[in-house]
Structure formats: structure tokens, C-alpha cells
């Protein structure tokens, strides 16, 4: 673990035993409004539909990534392990936001209580923060697998392979559980509108009457240990695998290896582009228009693209999903069969 992360727990555990709310001035509050899609209420039906689709297509797509490795013995390696961890973490994450703006907007209403509110805010930053782990594990697998071929099997082996998931999904959980810990003590006035359509950490963290000055440097501190220190190790990888590739003398051999690494670049880009995006939106403008869609393009967007980048650009996956859907299609028409002969009896 790196001296930031462990400077960042530390001072974490300090702020939270240290601070200290005098109850009559507390402010108990049970309920938010997710405003972030609230002002156009013509266009209700239109978002609804929307972001319905978009959360089918991520969870079809994500599922048949899953089950396509799942079922194909040749995808059993590492590479297709991690994958499959983050089509997961990607499932995760839509249902963290999208089935409750769908309610709300369903209902007519914006409303999301308190406790609600501190969960969708625990469970985004789980499970975005375990993409970036998963991200950057998956960089290192792929630095492994083409700057030490020879030792690939005998590095990535099955025992380092689940350790490195269990120890970003441990990583995950405690920055979670610390930032919604330091939520607990805040107090909120009158304003307990949310212009977003889920709960963000830092927009909540606004709301509050409060001195949120802890807060603000903690969330500091969780952006340098779990967006930039992940994102320099993956630069990193990819400095030495280009490096690496460079000196394959044929070409066949270097498209090769470039073609193993473009989903994965592909899906960084995505990740960490609309996490960018997010960040200068919310510098630039404070517009509620332009944080929805900051948001949705970071919380949303990619974890519907990400099955879409694998499959189109792998081979293997292709294969895989052929057989899948042709298995599918096989046990259906075997099903159907065995039912109209059923009726028919």
C-alpha cells in the first residue's frame, strides 16, 4: 500500500474521532430531493425510456460477457478473470442509481430519504473505486503478460489472481465506509436539494451547514490514492509494454500484441475520460443541466459501453458469445418444442 493511501486512512481515523457535533446544533433531516432531472418535466417520459434502455443494455451486455467466460474453458485466464470481476462491478454500479432515478421519475417523485441517500453514496464510491483498482490490476496483468511472457503463467497465477480482486474490493469498501462515516456527523439547514439525479458525494457534502473542511481534504486525499496513483501505475504499464512491443522485430508479432492490450486502453480511456469530464464540468459550470450529464456520462455511459469495447474488439469474446447465443437459441427451441408437444398430448 502507498505512503498517500496509508497517510490518507490515517488522517481519515483522526478526523473521525476527533470530531465532535454538539447535538443542539444538528439539524436532523430525513429526506433529499434528486433535482438533476426534475426541471424538465415535458421531458420525463423521454428520460425514463432512456436511461431504461441504457440500464437493459448494461445489463444484458455485462451478463453475456460473464456468462460467455464463464461457459468457455479457453477463456479461463487472467485477463478474462478480471474481466469479468469488472462486467460485474459495472452491473453494480448501474443498479447503484439508475433503477431509483427510474422510480422517482415513474412516481413523480424526487425524493430519496436519508439513509438512501448515505447508501447510494457508499455504494458509488465501492464500486467506482473498484473499477479503477480492477483497471489498473488488469494494466499489470497485461504488463506481465507481454514484458515477461515466459514467467506469465507462473506470476498471474490463480492464488495472486483472486488476491489482487479481494484486496481492491477490501481497498474499495474501507474508503466507503470512511466517507460515509465522516457524513454521519455533518448537520444540514433548510436545503436539501440534490442537483443530480443520485446521491455524489461532494454535492451532499455542500449541503451541509456544518465546517466540512475535513471532508473537502479527505476527498482531496481519496482522488490522489484512488484516481491518480492508479492511473500513473497504468501509464506506467503501458511505458514498458510499448517499449516492449516496439522490439518484436515483425510486424505480425507487434499487432499481436497491440491488439491484446486495445480493449483495455479503450475502457481506461472511456473510464478515466468521463471521470476528467466530470471534474472540468464541474469547475467550469454549476449548471444542473451540465453535472447530469457530467454525471450520467461517468456513472452510466461507460458501463454500458464496456461489453460493446470487449466484444467487438476480441476475437475470443466474439467466439465465445457465438457459441453462447447459439446454445441459447438451441435450448429454446428445445424448450418450445417440448411444450407444444406437451399441449398436444
Do not use: W
Request: charged share 10%; aromatic share 12%.
Amino acid at each position: 500500500m502507498s505512503d498517500v493511501t496509508l497517510t490518507y486512512f490515517h488522517c481519515t481515523f483522526l478526523s473521525i474521532f476527533s470530531m465532535h457535533v454538539e447535538s443542539a446544533n444538528k439539524t436532523y433531516i430525513s429526506e433529499f430531493f434528486l433535482m438533476g432531472l426534475a426541471y424538465v418535466p415535458e421531458l420525463q417520459p423521454l428520460i425514463f425510456n432512456l436511461f431504461l434502455f441504457m440500464y437493459l443494455v448494461t445489463i444484458m451486455g455485462n451478463l453475456l460477457i460473464i456468462l460467455a467466460v464463464s461457459i468457455d474453458s479457453h477463456l479461463h485466464t487472467p485477463m478474462y478473470f478480471f474481466l469479468c470481476n469488472l462486467s460485474f462491478t459495472d452491473i453494480c454500479t448501474s443498479t447503484t442509481t439508475v433503477p431509483k432515478l427510474l422510480l422517482n421519475v415513474q412516481a413523480h417523485d424526487q425524493s430519496i430519504t436519508y439513509t438512501g441517500c448515505l447508501a447510494q453514496v457508499y455504494f458509488i464510491l465501492t464500486f467506482c473505486v473498484l473499477e479503477s483498482c480492477l483497471l489498473t490490476v488488469m494494466a499489470y496483468d497485461r504488463y506481465v503478460a507481454i514484458c515477461q511472457p515466459l514467467r506469465y503463467t507462473s506470476i498471474m497465477n490463480p492464488f495472486l489472481c483472486i488476491l489482487l480482486v479481494l484486496l481492491s474490493l477490501l481497498l474499495s469498501n474501507i474508503n466507503a465506509v470512511l466517507h460515509t462515516l465522516l457524513l454521519l456527523p455533518l448537520s444540514f439547514c433548510t436545503e436539501q436539494d440534490i442537483p443530480n439525479f443520485f446521491c455524489e458525494l461532494g454535492q451532499v457534502t455542500e449541503l451541509a451547514c456544518s465546517d466540512t473542511f475535513i471532508n473537502i481534504i479527505i476527498i482531496y486525499m481519496a482522488t490522489i490514492g484512488f484516481s491518480v496513483i492508479p492511473l500513473s501505475g497504468i501509464i506506467f504499464s503501458y511505458v514498458q509494454i510499448v517499449s516492449s512491443i516496439l522490439k518484436i522485430p515483425s510486424v505480425g508479432g507487434r499487432h499481436k500484441a497491440f491488439s491484446t492490450c486495445g480493449s483495455h486502453l479503450s475502457v481506461v480511456s472511456l473510464f478515466y475520460g468521463t471521470g476528467l469530464g466530470v471534474y472540468m464540468s464541474s469547475s467550469i459550470s454549476n449548471s444542473s443541466s451540465s453535472n447530469v450529464i457530467a454525471s450520467m456520462m461517468y456513472s452510466v455511459v461507460p458501463q454500458m459501453l464496456n461489453p460493446f469495447i470487449y466484444s467487438l474488439r476480441s476475437k475470443e469474446i466474439k467466439g465465445a458469445l457465438r457459441h453462447l447465443i447459439i446454445r441459447i437459441m438451441y435450448f429454446s427451441i428445445i424448450l418450445c418444442a417440448n411444450s407444444l408437444r406437451q399441449k398436444a398430448l
